[in-house]
């Protein structure tokens, strides 16, 4: 019988179960060695206010109705580089725990994904867990299942529109952040209905409460305070706002995809019992890319996100680290004849997503 598309997936290779270990001792032994915590310390709470300032500040300066239209529309476009820099650098640590050594503070900082108009809690398990488990993996991995007018799963059906996705799929990029206003609440039948096979629980009551007091606080605050506050007609806050989402939006996006929709990372195909034929952790290496390169005011910015497979294997450890630990990853992947995919560069890495795109779209 055919297993559920919610299944539990496990990951089975004994063989080569070994590299994780050691892998995960070589970059103990660094942290160890240099006396560092594998948090962000004072380092990442200067960058968290550096850009919670740049999207706040950008705000409070359209609200103080001192500026002409055209200078506003800019301000919105400057809270999107803002917003994309505090999704990536700031709550994507903090909801991962990596932001501090302290709880509290990652619970803070993590907090500033409702100021997006996101959810903390669908973060969480979209992204923490079945993400970052069950990476490019049709059905329980969100971010490549079902995608409206895209194909970014081989297990997805192929449509005759999808052979010009490479040309439109950018600008559905820019909406990712506008959807949060719906997409999470889709999770809570979604969510429910993965519980059923225990791949996840159900949505708690608790948490539905706060997804919707986080949307009536959001639209508050993006919508009813602006347009009071500066008597703006509707055209010219729809403007406003669509310009800071889908500046942010195609930021966002755009970094995520060179991750995992790009020539050489995989999407492997669980068997009929539901197992990949992998470990975790090189299950990990051959569905995800980097494209590091020594661009290093592009890798603050993107909150280390160039170096996605450092950031797959060690999730719990900040982003600041990764560029320093980057080299023990890829020797000790190289004597385990374990393939390491990195792009070189951000172009190099988008001319790739580009590529596999068409791919989709045709094959």
């Not at 019988?1 to 660094?30: E, G, H, I, T, W």
């Not at 560092?36 to 310390?41: L, Q, V």
């Not at 004072?42 to 968290?48: E, F, N």
């Not at 592009?298 to 497979?309: A, K, M, P, R, V």
Request: aromatic share 12%; glycine share 8%; with cysteine.
């Amino acid at each position: 019988m055919k297993p559920s598309k919610y299944a539990r997936v496990k990951f089975l290779n004994k063989d080569k179960s070994l590299f994780f270990s050691v892998l995960r001792d070589n970059v103990d032994s660094y942290f160890h060695e240099n006396q560092i915590s594998k948090t962000g310390g004072r380092m990442i709470l200067v960058k968290a206010l550096a850009l919670l300032t740049l999207y706040i500040g950008s705000y409070v300066l359209i609200l103080s109705g001192q500026f002409s239209q055209w200078q506003m529309l800019a301000l919105t476009a400057v809270m999107g580089i803002g917003v994309a820099g505090v999704g990536m650098s700031v709550m994507h640590d903090a909801i991962h725990g990596s932001f501090s050594e302290h709880g509290w503070v990652n619970k803070l900082f993590g907090a500033s994904l409702y100021l997006l108009g996101g959810n903390v809690y669908n973060w969480e398990i979209q992204h923490n867990r079945l993400h970052h488990t069950y990476t490019n993996i049709h059905d329980v991995d969100e971010d490549i299942t079902g995608k409206f007018l895209l194909r970014l799963s081989c297990g997805d059906k192929r449509k005759a529109y999808h052979r010009f996705q490479h040309i439109y799929a950018f600008f559905l990029y820019s909406l990712m952040t506008i959807s949060f206003l719906w997409k999470d609440f889709k999770e809570i039948s979604l969510y429910n209905q993965m519980s059923k096979t225990g791949l996840v629980k159900s949505f708690p009551r608790k948490e539905i409460i706060w997804l919707i007091v986080g949307k009536i606080g959001y639209i508050l605050i993006a919508i009813v305070l602006p347009v009071y506050m500066l008597n703006l007609s509707f055209g010219q806050w729809l403007i406003g706002f669509l310009t800071m989402h889908c500046v942010a939006g195609i930021i966002l996006s755009t970094i995520f995809q060179l991750a995992h929709i790009v020539e050489g990372a995989c999407q492997p195909s669980p068997d009929e019992k539901g197992n990949i034929e992998n470990a975790w952790a090189i299950h990990q290496l051959h569905t995800t890319a980097n494209f590091s390169s020594r661009n290093y005011a592009l890798s603050w910015y993107i909150g280390g996100l160039d170096y996605q497979i450092e950031h797959h294997l060690f999730p719990h450890i900040s982003h600041i680290h990764y560029r320093a630990i980057s080299s023990i990853v890829r020797n000790t992947a190289q004597e385990f004849n374990i393939p390491y995919n990195d792009k070189a560069s951000f172009t190099r890495g988008l001319d790739s997503h580009i590529r596999m795109l068409k791919h989709l779209g045709t094959n």
